[in-house]
């Protein structure tokens, strides 16, 4: 089969999307520089940094360190604020036909709800990720994706307040005690889709201070390290939605992809979508090239649409 | 900034220069563009960051970029990214330019000082390094002017001492205008104290580390105040690496200052 054959189209929920591939929330930067390299409109989504209800510095440096197999970072969600945002960055992105996902953050329930309200219906927006990765005001710090009751809460008050017609995803952490129980607790409050997985917590030691690499101690692991912990929770997720325990939803993978059969590992796995993240560090053209190898890989196993690859680590036969 | 392109570079020439190596690259749409203070990005096959290294000249006839790496030899082909960041300005008026590099980091001065002297400028030179082995490019300010001056902490070469030492001396013994400086932050923060007191615009090259290069990671910031006065993180591979030094809080730098927007 000829690659330019294979048909790439990516239903994802609510959304058809020329492709599966999209950024990872926060690797691409404000995303202004990825146009540098790589046509916008190109990629089936772009997915934006997280964006809060206010401008945020975060973490002081260093703020990233390499591991052996991953990048080990903790920024502290800097971004201008939702009102600079939507402003400065929003109309520049949609000039270029990107399709944008925006990562939203509160401390509160009420702040993501809000933020849902503000963004829907503006120009390019075409989904929302909810980053629950984050510390919750109400439970006393604790990540709001680590309680499948305050997720529930959260998603269910963002699908209130976001339009009908806007997709919004809940973006899961895999550090928790039953990842399905999560996503079961999001989708059930109405997520459309789920994204899996945010950072792997880590720690880095500098073996000359013997003290924590960076500056916030703590960090978020990623890259090829994470990749068999993020194909596990896709897979066990994909898998209790076969069996009928949580509703059918798509799911987003990302974590270390760094190729076109990583990318189909995910799709595999159960991923309609996948996320380039800490791979565009290395590689700022990586989205073009991982779709342009994932489309070689699919020839040449005779699977003529993304689609077709999509769930078949879990067939029988 | 310039529009980079990401290039398999083949290594034409690698020669060692004290304790660096000059490669030579074969990159004609990145030689067009790069100008002096524009970095280049360097990757390994598996490697999950980049490494940022000086362009120390780009020739736009011959389609050559010539990187300074801090390390061994290289061969190619390299994963290159090319030109980035913020160069140095250069005003079209002659000017008294005091020129100052540490180490590696002095590699794009010959040709900002050649591009100074294009327009009838004058220069003076500041070298520093940790030893003599790590000056760079001391035959080439030699070749720009006369006033050179070495320093170098160990005292194995010229004057001992650290390179932002004799700064405000050499600045006014030349009745210089305009300092462009390029160093790591503490060599910098020193230099830009040392120019404030005389009043002169400082330009300073922020050598630090850069995991991508390309603005994408938010990991290489820096406090700096903004034209309407409010400090924010700005990314040295994007903002930078060349800053107006007075605007840069550095002693602010790895710390979030209480006053800075967002904090």
């Known amino acids: ?317 | 900034m310039a529009h980079p392109v990401r290039w398999r570079a083949e290594v034409f020439g690698c020669t060692a220069e004290g304790a660096y190596h000059r490669l030579v690259l074969q990159v004609p749409e990145a030689a067009s563009r790069a100008r002096p203070g524009h970095f280049a990005s360097l990757a390994g096959d598996h490697a999950v960051v980049r490494e940022a290294v000086p362009i120390a000249r780009a020739d736009a006839s011959a389609g050559t970029l010539e990187l300074l790496v801090a390390d061994g030899p290289r061969s190619g082909p390299l994963d290159l990214i090319a030109p980035l960041g913020t160069p140095f300005p250069v005003p079209d008026a002659p000017v008294r330019a005091l020129l100052v590099g540490h180490g590696q980091h002095a590699a794009p001065l010959p040709a900002l000082g050649e591009q100074l002297t294009a327009r009838g400028g004058q220069l003076g030179y500041l070298l520093g390094a940790p030893t003599a082995a790590a000056l760079h490019a001391v035959d080439e300010a030699r070749a720009l002017t006369q006033d050179v001056l070495v320093v170098t902490e160990d005292g194995s070469a010229g004057l001992t001492g650290l390179v932002s030492e004799p700064v405000a001396q050499a600045a006014r013994a030349i009745d210089a205008s305009v300092v462009y400086a390029a160093g790591p932050p503490d060599v910098l923060a020193l230099t830009a104290a040392a120019v404030a007191d005389l009043g002169i615009r400082c330009w300073a090259l922020l050598a630090t580390d850069l995991p991508c290069g390309t603005g994408f990671c938010a990991a290489c910031v820096v406090p700096v105040v903004g034209a309407d006065g409010v400090s924010r993180f700005a990314r040295v591979c994007t903002e930078g690496p060349v800053f107006d030094a007075t605007r840069v809080r550095w002693a602010d730098i790895g710390a979030v200052p209480a006053d800075l927007e967002g904090a």
Not at chain 1, 33 to 61: N, W, Y
Request: aromatic content about 4%; hydrophobic content about 50%.
């Open chain 1, 1 to 317: 089969m000829d690659p330019q054959d294979v048909d790439l189209t990516a239903p994802f929920g609510p959304l058809t999307l020329p492709n599966p591939l999209t950024t990872a929330a926060g690797c691409a930067g404000p995303v202004r520089e990825l146009a540098k390299f790589v046509p916008l409109d190109a990629l089936g989504s772009v997915t934006t940094r997280t964006i809060m209800p206010r401008a945020r510095a975060g973490h002081p440096t260093p703020r990233a360190a390499a591991t052996p197999a991953g990048l080990l970072t903790a920024l502290g969600l800097p971004g201008p604020g939702i009102d600079a945002f939507v402003e400065r960055e929003l109309p520049w992105l949609a000039e270029r036909g990107a399709r944008v996902v925006v990562s939203i953050a509160g401390e509160r329930i009420e702040e993501f709800a809000a933020l849902a309200a503000r963004l829907g219906g503006l120009p390019g927006v075409v989904g929302l990720e909810l980053n629950i990765g984050g510390p919750s005001h109400a439970d006393l710090g604790l990540v709001f994706a680590a309680n499948p009751a305050i997720s529930y809460d959260l998603v269910r008050a963002v699908r209130r307040a976001a339009p009908a017609d806007l997709p919004v995803y809940a973006k899961l952490a895999p550090d928790v005690l039953s990842i399905t129980d999560i996503a079961a607790a999001c989708v059930r409050a109405g997520a459309d889709g789920l994204s899996m997985i945010n950072t792997v917590p880590g720690l880095d030691i500098d073996p000359d201070t013997l003290r924590p690499s960076l500056a916030a101690g703590p960090g978020g692991l990623s890259g090829p390290a994470v990749r068999p912990v993020a194909l596990r929770c896709v897979h066990l997720v994909h898998a209790a939605m076969l069996a009928g325990r949580l509703p059918t939803v798509p799911i987003l993978g990302m974590g270390g992809v760094t190729d076109g059969r990583d990318a189909l590992a995910f799709a595999a796995a159960g991923a309609s979508g996948i996320a380039v993240g800490s791979a565009l560090l290395h590689d700022p053209t990586a989205p073009l090239r991982i779709l342009d190898e994932l489309r070689t890989e699919l020839a040449s196993r005779g699977l003529a649409a993304f689609t077709d690859a999509v769930g078949l680590a879990h067939r029988r036969d």
